[in-house]
């Protein structure tokens, strides 16, 4: 049983990890010809380890949903707090965002990835014993 464990750790980190790549190869697909931002290429992009993400909670564990969420919202304000101390220690901006953000720090469009990342460091560890 130890050893299915491993398996699906493993597969679910490579199909996590294909479907990041090939949302980035779609998204990079839809705009290409463009410098702007389109709705088609942030879904592209997130689509995939969103809808792995569902699915693997459904058959396999339903806790991969909290650690979704919860990633979403330890990146985001984590995001946002290194913003802001950065700029108010430096007077300097680390990043910007144009589309969604809060006060220039973080951005709404932001928070799937935090979850999508708290997911695939999860795998990650998983694999490596940690």
Known sequence: ????NINI??????FMALSIFGGSYLAYLYGRKTKQFRWSEYI?????????????????NIRILSLFFVGSFVGFVSEYII????????????????????????SLLAIPFWGIAGVFF???SKILGL
């Open 83 to 106: 913003g802001l101390t950065y700029h108010k220690t430096l007077n300097r901006r680390l990043w910007t965002y144009g589309r969604l953000n809060i006060h220039g720090y973080t």
């Open 122 to 124: 999860w795998f990650l």
């Open 1 to 4: 049983m130890e050893n299915l």
């Open 44 to 60: 592209a992009i997130i689509i995939f380890p969103i809808l792995f993400i569902i699915l693997y909670g459904f058959l396999v």
């Open 9 to 14: 750790e493993i597969l679910s980190l490579l």
